[in-house]
């Protein structure tokens, strides 16, 4: 059984830093693609960031780009979110994700695992 648990999340002021990370159990992780993504109340759920089994490959949402980095640890299946210079508007529910086929990383549609999510909150 998969499964998938993030932590990290709190409150912030802006231009702060946050660091999450989600430990992946129940798949050989190596394997698996894994994403973040994030959820504000009444509004759809978005792409940040995506990783390849290897590492070799990344994607980053243009809202992201430059100031989050993913990472990955396949020794200690755990993917990682370094979170710099955040804004009020990265406050969301932040989900990690996994899928074995690495087509489409930056669709929500396509992950076959879920993480229940933690809260990243930014004041300014």
């Known amino acids: 059984q998969v499964q998938l648990v993030e932590s990290g999340g709190g409150l912030v002021q802006a231009g702060g830093s946050l660091r999450l990370s989600c430990a992946a159990s129940g798949l050989t992780f190596r394997f698996y693609n894994m994403g973040w993504f994030r959820q504000a109340p009444g509004k759809e759920r978005q792409f940040v960031a995506a990783i390849s089994g290897s590492a070799d490959n990344t994607y980053y949402a243009d809202a992201v780009k430059g100031r989050f980095t993913i990472s990955r640890d396949n020794a200690k299946n755990t993917v990682y979110l370094q979170m710099n210079s955040l804004k009020p508007e990265d406050t969301a529910v932040y989900l990690c994700?996994?899928?074995?086929?690495?087509?489409?990383?930056?669709?929500?549609?396509?992950?076959?695992?879920w993480g229940q999510g933690t809260q990243v909150t930014v004041s300014s």
């Open positions: 994700a996994t899928k074995r086929d690495g087509r489409r990383l930056t669709s929500p549609d396509v992950y076959d695992f």
